[in-house]
T-cell receptor, first 113, second 113 residues
Framework: QQQVKQSPQSLIVQKGGISIINCAYENTAFDYFPWYQQFPGKGPALLIA?????SEKKEGRFTISFNKSAKQFSLHIMDSQPGDSATYFC????????????FGKGMKLTVNP | DTEVTQTPKHLVMGMTNKKSLKCEQH?????MYWYKQKAKKPPELMFV???????INESVPSRFSPECPNSSLLNLHLHALQPEDSALYLC????????????FGPGTRLTVT
């Protein structure tokens, strides 16, 4: 069954702290793992993505860590800011272009000032 | 430019009405998607168009009818909807081959009365 499990469901951190969101998958055919950020009433925005040939990718304060053997990947948000408060979705898909993105259930992040 | 536009932003319709949602992108993407998103849930794929042809229909009821008139436009025709169809309807686009980044529009908030 194609499924992506995301945890935790919600997270509260203080400004300047590190936010960590974890995802796990079963389908070894997945080869593309994006993270989306969604603010209330808005569409999801692509934040950062990784492919299995690398173990880590960093863009500014956002880092994806990927563990192929464990079939897990995570998003780290360094120096979390109140403006990062949003819902974060991990996702996965298989090679082929217009393939189906399988989403995790999402995590609501609240960053307190 | 990674913009996907959607109109209208909000739509209220009765169960006997016929309405259409519109989506447009000018990124040269040849895959376009319709998603439905309920509150506090991940986006749920409805349809995928690849090179203006319907490639995936996720068993969506016939009261939803997609149309892709050209490579930049995607429509979703609505007829005889039910109150449970009230949701945020998201359009997305991506290149068909090479990269898999899906870019989402801001969505149309649909309320069926």
């Amino acid at each position: 069954q194609q499924q992506v499990k995301q945890s935790p469901q919600s997270l509260i951190v203080q400004k300047g702290g590190i936010s960590i969101i974890n995802c796990a998958y079963e389908n070894t055919a997945f080869d593309y793992f994006p993270w989306y950020q969604q603010f209330p009433g808005k569409g999801p925005a692509l934040l950062i993505a990784i492919r299995p040939d690398v173990s880590e990718k960093k863009e500014g304060r956002f880092t994806i860590s990927f563990n192929k053997s464990a079939k897990q990947f995570s998003l780290h948000i360094m120096d979390s800011q109140p403006g990062d408060s949003a819902t974060y979705f991990c996702a996965a898909s298989t090679q082929g272009g217009s393939e189906k993105l399988v989403f995790g259930k999402g995590m609501k992040l609240t960053v307190n000032p | 430019d990674t913009e996907v536009t959607q109109t209208p932003k909000h739509l209220v319709m009765g169960m006997t009405n016929k309405k259409s949602l519109k989506c447009e992108q000018h990124m040269g993407h040849r895959a376009m998607y319709w998603y439905k998103q309920k509150a506090k849930k991940p986006p749920e794929l409805m349809f995928v168009y690849s090179y203006e042809k319907l490639s995936i229909n996720e068993s969506v009821p016939s009261r939803f009818s997609p149309e892709c008139p050209n490579s930049s436009l995607l429509n979703l025709h609505l007829h005889a909807l039910q109150p449970e169809d009230s949701a945020l309807y998201l359009c997305a686009s991506s290149q068909v081959q090479g990269t898999y980044e899906q870019y989402f529009g801001p969505g149309t908030r649909l309320t069926v009365t």
